[in-house]
């Protein structure tokens, strides 16, 4: 085989790869709805049967760093009573029909949620229990008591005992070596 022979099959394996890829493509993008722009693409030229090169851009020389943001409206979907609320967010832009379904859905699996430490029942300590490992000749370092404000104080003491209820902790044997509780107050 010649060297120009060789050369015209490769050029007419890489087209016809070229075609196929962007057919694909083509089939794809319709499928799914997607806008999505190409920086740059192949098609086939009216003229002359050839692939060309069009429409090139230049990538943007810096890139958005800004904080992104939810793009679709947020429905707010309450899963319980107007008395006890279960609050829930989907896509606004869903269809009717199946923001329909997926309330229905929603509301009949919502003992999957746990808005609260005592809806969740048998959570293995394996699980999420936390260990700190210590040196056996090191003796740890004892940190100063902090003070706490009488009302802060209060809703610690609320806390610690919704969640001791809850199983989530236990009282420790070494309190002495335990780090202060820091509170941190929801706006």
């Known amino acids: 085989m010649s060297d120009t022979n060789i050369e015209e099959k490769q050029k007419a394996a890489v087209e016809d790869t070229l ?22 693409f192949l098609h086939e030229g009216p003229e002359n049967d050839a692939l060309e090169l069009e429409e090139v851009e230049l990538a943007p020389s810096e890139m958005d760093d800004s904080n992104a943001k939810v793009q679709d409206p947020l429905l707010e979907i309450n899963l319980e009573t107007e008395d006890d609320h279960r609050l829930i967010y989907i896509s606004g832009l869903m269809e ?18 746990a808005w609260d430490y005592t809806e969740m029942p048998g959570l293995s300590r394996d699980l999420v229990e936390h ?17 706490i404000s009488v009302e802060v104080k209060l809703q610690v003491k609320e806390e610690i005992v ?10 420790a044997r070494y309190v002495e070596w335990l780090s202060n509780i820091i509170p941190i107050i929801k706006k």
């Not at 700190?132 to 003070?147: A, G, H, I, M, Y």
């Not at 919704?162 to 009282?171: E, H, L, N, T």
């Open 19 to 40: 075609r196929r890829l962007y057919g694909f493509w083509v089939k794809r993008a319709a499928e799914h709805g997607s806008t999505a722009n190409l920086v740059e």
């Open 131 to 147: 260990r700190l490992p210590t040196v056996e000749d090191f003796k740890p370092f004892k940190q100063p008591s902090r003070r």
């Open 96 to 113: 009717p029909e199946l923001r329909a379904k997926m309330k229905e859905l929603l509301r009949e699996l919502k003992d999957c949620f």
């Open 162 to 171: 919704r969640i001791v209820k809850a199983k989530f902790i236990r009282p």
